[in-house]
Nanobody
Framework: QVQFVESGGGSVQAGGSLRLSCKVS?????LGWYRQAPGNERELVAT???????NYADFVRGRFTVTRDDVKSIMYLQMDSLEVDDTAVYYC????????WGQGTQVTVSA
């Protein structure tokens, strides 16, 4: 069973940056970063394939960058120009998602 372990979250002020990491226990062609804010549905933020193709949700395009190191089985999410609305628990998973999720990592952006 594939496992996902997210890390790197924290508290920053608006305009700041964070880099999230996702350790994956297996090889997955398309990985995705997701987020869930309180009271909201989980939403897809960005994806990256083994072929290094990336895609972003409109609300993060130009601010977030997703990369993969498939030798280390780690996916990263560089988040710049953070906004208060980026506050959420961030998760990684396959895209489309598998049923089992990791614990996520909390990102809190203050004004």
């Amino acid at each position: 069973q594939v496992q996902f372990v997210e890390s790197g979250g924290g508290s920053v002020q608006a305009g700041g940056s964070l880099r999230l990491s996702c350790k994956v226990s297996g090889t997955i062609y398309t990985l995705g970063w997701y987020r869930q804010a309180p009271g909201n549905e989980r939403e897809l933020v960005a994806t990256a394939t083994l072929a290094a193709r990336t895609n972003y949700a409109d609300f993060v395009r130009g601010r977030f960058t997703v990369t993969r190191d498939d030798v280390k089985s780690i996916m990263y999410l560089q988040m710049d120009s953070l906004e208060v609305d980026d506050t959420a628990v961030y998760y990684c998973n396959q895209s489309p998602a598998l049923p089992t999720w990791g614990q996520g990592t909390q990102v809190t952006v203050s004004a």
